[in-house]
């Protein structure tokens, strides 16, 4: 899953975005209100965690921006003030969640799992579709009882399919969600890798094709409705 970071406090930033990383995310950082909402235009995030305290706007002012021009980006804010009021406003100005410093890393790790998977229309952790089952917490695939080993890019790749099933993805925004703008291989690396996890996954027993391809467009997880449960 792929993060935008808002914090001023380079120190946490940086401890934030190594331990978020060591949990499978890829994490973007912004230390002003301004670059973050530019950020939020140029890339496609799955989740938002915002700092109220930033040196050039505030955090709801960060907010009303980001949801008038976009309204699904799920937002999770870090915060040292844990009033009332103050939870009471960020979440009235379009926040999803709030958390208070100092806060459980394992608790951050699972608020922004359930947010992720909330704003893609799914009630749990455990993604079933037919004979295949992701788990988003353990990052672990698996085709009946059989697991599926997958390079940390093929795990990203089948994760974001996952997450939007039905919906097409982009070999744009493959390339957007592996490498972030950041020494970006050709467009093809993205057919090599389909290519790859297909055959991990009818090797490993998927009783029907799971990825298709729509010519022009890109690929999506094609399942039928009725084999498809979250």
Request: contains cysteine; negative net charge.
């Amino acid at each position: 899953m792929r993060i935008l970071l808002v914090e001023d406090d380079m120190l946490l930033a940086q401890s934030l975005t190594d331990r978020l990383e060591g949990q499978g995310f890829h994490v973007d950082e912004a230390d002003r209100g301004e670059d973050a909402l530019e950020l939020s235009d140029l890339y496609e995030y799955q989740v938002m965690v915002l700092d109220l305290g930033l040196p050039d706007m505030r955090g709801d002012e960060v907010l009303d921006n980001l949801r008038a021009k976009n309204e699904r980006l799920p937002v999770l804010v870090l915060s040292g003030e844990a009033d009332v009021e103050a939870r009471l406003s960020c979440l009235r100005s379009g926040a999803d969640d709030y958390l208070t410093k100092p806060f459980n890393m394992e608790e951050l790790v699972a608020r922004l799992h359930a947010l992720v998977r909330r704003a893609n229309g799914h009630a749990n952790n455990r993604l079933q579709f037919g004979d295949i089952t992701l788990d988003l917490t353990a990052r672990d695939v698996r085709v009946g009882n059989t697991r599926v080993e997958l390079t940390s890019k093929e795990y990203q790749m089948l994760e974001l399919l996952c997450l939007r099933k039905g919906s097409v993805v982009s070999k744009e925004s493959f390339l957007d969600h592996l490498y972030g703008g950041m020494d970006e291989p050709e467009m093809k690396i993205i057919d090599v890798f389909i290519c790859k996890l297909r055959k991990k996954i009818e090797t490993a027993g998927a009783q029907h094709p799971f990825i298709e391809t729509v010519w022009g467009r890109g690929y999506r997880v094609d399942v039928p409705e009725q084999k498809c449960s979250a």
